[in-house]
Each structure stands twice: as structure tokens, then as C-alpha cells.
């Protein structure tokens, strides 16, 4: 399975933001985005022209960075999104926010989307009491979300469990003791509260 394996911190600075990619380093001095706040490269630091086309790219780069998508399943989710009725910009947010690496990152088991990732891959998240294995999976409304048995034991996860200070969502309802969370309903736009101005991405697309 293809997947972007170069330096991570090089992504935010490109954006010019923090885009919280490496869990709780983004949180401490070390970040490289507080020490270099420019893109990077030797033209870093130069003047950028800023034109209508570059603003839309940069918001589409932004929310494929974000969620930890390739550009053909960005794309392939953003065709999705449009065929569906309703606001196109709002369908794909909430789309993003539907995947099931996503969730487990908004209940606070993992530090990252990166490490829930992984742990999606690895088969320690179950939906409704089954194995799901594709970071992609979607889920529904009352759609129960937990750790497996064998991942409830990981230091690691303990460790998310108690010290990650992150606000859970008003759609997902979380019991951290249990490692379980429960989907109350679809995310709306004034839940979803990534730095992404989706309507940029719609005329980017619609071009």
C-alpha cells in the first residue's frame, strides 16, 4: 500500500501551520515550524506569490496533509463527495471526519492520525465488535468504535488514555476506561474544527 514516508515536520512548515502530524511533539518547543515558520528548501524564505490558484492548492495540500491521504484517494473522495446531495465542501469534510483512522484519533486512543493508522492496520480497532483493517472504513451512525482486547493492555494506549488533553467531538460519546466510543451522529461543519476552507478545495476541483 503506497504512503508518504518522508519527514513529516516538513509538511506543516510547508503549510506554514502546524498541522499536528507527529502527536505530542507539535505541542513543545522542539517543533521544527517554532524554530524555522517557513517553507522549506533554499527558496524558503523568499517572497511567494500569492495568486487564486495557489491559495485553492494550499488548502487542498492542507486537507490531504491533515487526514494522511494521497492525492488519488483525496481525489477519489472528493468524487464521492460531489455525486452526494447537499453543500459538495461539507460532504467532504464530513467524509474525512467519517473514517475510522479518524475517529480513533478524535476519541483520544491515539496521539496521531498516523498512529491510529497503524493501529487500524494492525487490527487492533474493532467496529461493532468485528476487525477492521482499511483506515478508509467509514462509519455510520450508533456505530461502536473500540480497541481490541489485546490492544486495551498496550502501555502505549494507557499512556494516550491518560494524558492526552484533547476535546472530544459532540458526535462521538467516549468512555476512556474502556477504550470505546460510540458514534451519536454524522459530524457537521461547526464540529469539524480543521483550519481547512473546504470551498477553495470545491473550486479547485470544479476548474
Known amino acids: 500500500m503506497a504512503r508518504y514516508?518522508?519527514?513529516?515536520?516538513?509538511?506543516?512548515?510547508?503549510?506554514?501551520?502546524?498541522?499536528f502530524l507527529k502527536g505530542a511533539k507539535c505541542d513543545t518547543?522542539?517543533?521544527?515550524?517554532?524554530?524555522?515558520?517557513?517553507?522549506?528548501?533554499?527558496?524558503?524564505?523568499?517572497?511567494?506569490?500569492?495568486?487564486?490558484?495557489?491559495?485553492?492548492?494550499?488548502e487542498k495540500q492542507k486537507a490531504r496533509?491533515?487526514?494522511g491521504l494521497l492525492e488519488?484517494?483525496?481525489r477519489n473522495?472528493?468524487?464521492?463527495?460531489?455525486?452526494?446531495?447537499?453543500?459538495?465542501?461539507e460532504n467532504l469534510l464530513?467524509?474525512?471526519?467519517?473514517r475510522i483512522d479518524n475517529v480513533v484519533f478524535r476519541?483520544?486512543?491515539?496521539?496521531?492520525?498516523?498512529?491510529?493508522?497503524?493501529?487500524?492496520?494492525?487490527?487492533?480497532?474493532?467496529?461493532?465488535?468485528?476487525?477492521v483493517t482499511i483506515p478508509s472504513y467509514k462509519v455510520r451512525k450508533d456505530d461502536v468504535v473500540e480497541m481490541a482486547p489485546r490492544a486495551k493492555a498496550m502501555i502505549v494506549l494507557r499512556h494516550n488514555l491518560d494524558t492526552i488533553d484533547r476535546a472530544v467531538p459532540m458526535w462521538l460519546e467516549v468512555v476512556g476506561a474502556d477504550a470505546k466510543a460510540t458514534v451519536r451522529d454524522l459530524p457537521l461543519r461547526e464540529q469539524i474544527d480543521v483550519p481547512v476552507r473546504e470551498q477553495l478545495i470545491v473550486e479547485l476541483y470544479s476548474k
Not at 514516508?5 to 498541522?19: D, F, H, I, P, Q
Open 94 to 98: 464530513r467524509m474525512l471526519e467519517q
Open 29 to 58: 518547543m522542539r517543533c521544527p515550524i517554532e524554530r524555522r515558520p517557513y517553507p522549506p528548501g533554499i527558496h524558503g524564505r523568499g517572497r511567494i506569490r500569492e495568486s487564486e490558484y495557489m491559495l485553492q492548492l494550499r
Open 5 to 19: 514516508t518522508g519527514a513529516v515536520c516538513r509538511l506543516c512548515r510547508r503549510e506554514r501551520m502546524k498541522l
Open 107 to 131: 476519541a483520544g486512543f491515539a496521539s496521531s492520525r498516523n498512529q491510529a493508522r497503524q493501529w487500524v492496520r494492525h487490527g487492533h480497532v474493532l467496529v461493532n465488535g468485528k476487525r
Open 72 to 74: 488519488k484517494q483525496f
Open 65 to 67: 496533509r491533515i487526514y
Open 77 to 89: 473522495t472528493y468524487a464521492e463527495a460531489a455525486a452526494q446531495s447537499g453543500i459538495t465542501g
